[in-house]
């Protein structure tokens, strides 16, 4: 695919999410909701169970257990979909994860710093809502983009340049932040949100934190993964 206008000098690369696990998990969340069913993710990777309702999962036999696969491509056409008339869901499973973290963690995998096909390099972009930190992974640059992308919405190319981040910094949080329904266009509408459950979390009354070399270091490990 030939870069568009201006993405040569900015060293863009794309992906595919359908082509990786993250694309796999949204998916499959969105026929379980539609259908008000559980679904069991069956393929090479440990099962996952999507619990839509509850906006959860479970990763039998642990998160861990789909390294090895996150970051590998084309792994959904080996999939098999298996829906629950009657789910159950224990609130206490020791391999449960909320959905937003599980998809998140598989974006981070799959992007590798690289953008998603479809997203812009000149729409401007905003949060819906400010990211749960605390239990998100936060890759480097992460604050900076979310501090700024809370107070004033930006395009792609300008969170850059105004924030003297490397691009692939900039296009990690994005593709992480999309794949979690947290990414907005600058439209009047805002349609409901995936985290629709979640409670909202305020958003830093500090100046955006720099970043630190131990995230830079995890980031780096998964952009070259």
């Known amino acids: 695919m030939a870069p568009a206008r ?19 998990v949204a998916t499959a969340w969105r026929r379980a909701e539609e259908r008000g069913q559980a679904v069991h993710i069956q393929g090479p990777w440990p099962v996952i169970a999507v619990y839509p309702t509850s906006y959860a999962a479970v990763v039998y036999g ?20 298996v829906f629950s008339r009657s789910p159950q869901y224990a609130v206490n499973h020791p391999d449960m994860v909320p959905l937003d973290v599980l998809l998140w963690k598989l974006a981070l ?13 000149d729409t401007p972009f905003a949060l819906r809502e400010w990211p749960n930190f605390t239990r998100l992974i936060v890759t480097p640059g992460a604050m900076s983009v979310a501090a700024l992308w809370v107070r004033q919405p930006s395009t792609l190319r300008q969170t850059i340049d105004l924030l003297h981040l490397p691009p692939e910094d900039v296009f990690v949080f994005y593709s992480a932040a999309a794949a979690v329904d947290l990414v907005r266009p600058d439209l009047p509408s805002r349609p409901a949100s995936l ?20 995230l830079r270091k995890l980031f780096d490990k998964l952009r070259t993964g």
Do not use: I, K, N
């Open 195 to 214: 985290l629709a459950a979640a409670p909202p979390s305020p958003p830093p009354a500090v100046v955006p934190t720099p970043r630190r070399p131990l």
């Open 109 to 121: 995998s799959a992007s590798r710093g690289r953008l998603p096909l479809d997203a812009s390099l």
């Open 62 to 81: 642990g998160e861990g257990g789909l390294r090895p696969y996150a970051g590998t491509e084309d792994l959904p056409t080996q999939a098999t979909l």
């Open 6 to 24: 201006g993405e040569a000098a900015l060293a863009v690369r794309r992906y595919d999410p359908a082509r990786f696990l993250q694309g796999l």
